[in-house]
């Protein structure tokens, strides 16, 4: 579980239940500055990804399909597309050497 998770102000990140479930959870949220999707531009940038590449190519008959092809897409980018901010590593490989004591990538790219 994460210790934090930042969030916009979108009313499904304002709602009750995910306060509750946060409260729960001993996870803190952490509210970007309302109008200002700068403030949270890596997390932007990954939903427009998802929506075009994931939610936007496939129909979902039921939550079953819906699990099986955003799991897909998830190993996808994770596990086998390079991430050209990671060095053109995967995520798991960028976090793999990160646990191993790798340099961090700026200190690796300096």
């Known amino acids: 579980m994460p210790a934090s998770i ?4 979108g009313p499904e990140f304002i709602s009750k239940s995910l306060d509750w479930w946060a409260y729960v959870n001993k996870v803190t949220l952490d509210f970007s500055s309302p109008g200002k999707p700068t403030d949270n531009a890596f997390i932007e940038s990954f939903n427009g990804r998802f929506r075009q590449e994931c939610l936007n190519q496939h129909w979902f008959p039921d939550l079953a399909d819906a699990v099986e092809k955003v799991e897909a897409w998830r ?3 994770n596990e086998v597309r390079p991430h050209s901010s ?12 990160a646990s ?10 300096s």
């Not at 930042?6 to 102000?9: A, E, F, G, I």
């Not at 990671?86 to 050497?97: I, K, N, Q, V």
């Not at 191993?100 to 790219?109: D, F, I, M, S």
């Open 6 to 9: 930042r969030v916009d102000n």
């Open 75 to 77: 190993a996808d980018y």
């Open 86 to 97: 990671l060095g053109d590593r995967t995520p798991a490989e960028f976090a793999a050497s």
């Open 100 to 109: 191993a004591g790798a340099p961090a990538l700026a200190e690796a790219e």
